[in-house]
């Protein structure tokens, strides 16, 4: 286990189709938080699960996303019927709860919505 | 509602000068404060966090509650020093979750 892995690492999509996105954290981490980058920002908060419950959920994610994290170890965001200003990169982070939490990020999927 | 101002988008500066970031906060409670970077084709990781008050490759940060600023310095800075940084923070206020700035890009010329 070298870090937290993400996959795909690029998408390309045509406006209205349906996207997800995979996450797999560090194995021992019961943390996993989602982000997304656009040009020229630093990542914003989407959601975040500890364990398998989702406990915030960002006003960014609109009806139009979701994400699981069935089992408590990996997690998916899917992005229904997407919009060209969904293009953006979706970064995966995971943490060990505790009085020195620190989020490990993963490499990112690149999204374009043509 | 938390924020992290990075008010310069480009720092330019010549091996061996000093670097500083700039980076203030807004924030209800005790927050955590960190920096992020980012080199080329590389993940984003952690530099360093207020709370550990070390030193990593040569960078420092001191939080300053009165002036709600953790600016990122470093007296001698290293071609490889070039990269992005970002300036963040967290608390239980916030859910843990991190808030970041927008960002800082170092370029290093020889």
């Known amino acids: 286990d070298t870090g937290v892995s993400q996959d795909p690492r690029h998408k390309i999509t045509k406006r209205g189709q349906n996207v997800t996105f995979r996450c797999d954290p560090i194995s021992e981490h019961n943390r996993l938080y989602w982000y997304r980058q656009t040009l020229g920002q630093g990542p914003e908060f989407l959601t975040y699960?500890?364990?398998?419950?989702?406990?915030?959920k960002s006003r960014l994610l609109s009806d139009r996303f979701s994400a699981e994290r069935p089992k408590g170890s990996f997690s998916t965001l899917e992005i229904q019927r997407t919009e060209q200003g969904d293009s953006a990169m979706y970064l995966c982070?995971?943490?060990?709860?505790?009085?020195?939490?620190?989020?490990?990020f993963g490499p990112g999927t690149r999204l374009l919505v043509l | 509602a938390q924020r992290v101002t990075q008010p310069e988008k480009l720092l330019s500066v010549f091996k061996g000068a000093p670097v500083e970031l700039k980076c203030n906060y807004s924030?209800?409670?005790?927050?955590?404060l960190f920096w992020y970077v980012q080199y080329s084709r590389q993940r984003l990781q952690l530099l360093l966090r207020h709370i550990s008050r070390e030193s990593i490759k040569g960078f420092t940060a001191d939080l300053n509650k009165g002036e709600t600023s953790f600016h990122l310095k470093k007296p001698f800075a290293q071609e490889e020093d070039s990269a992005m940084y970002y300036c963040?923070?967290?608390?239980?206020?916030?859910?843990?979750?991190?808030?970041f700035g927008g960002g800082t890009r170092v370029l290093v010329k020889p």
């Open positions: 699960f500890q364990n398998e419950a989702q406990l915030e």
């Open positions: 963040a923070l967290s608390g239980r206020a916030a859910g843990n979750k991190l808030t």
């Open positions: 982070a995971s943490s060990l709860a505790g009085m020195s939490e620190t989020q490990y």
């Open positions: 924030y209800s409670g005790s927050p955590e």
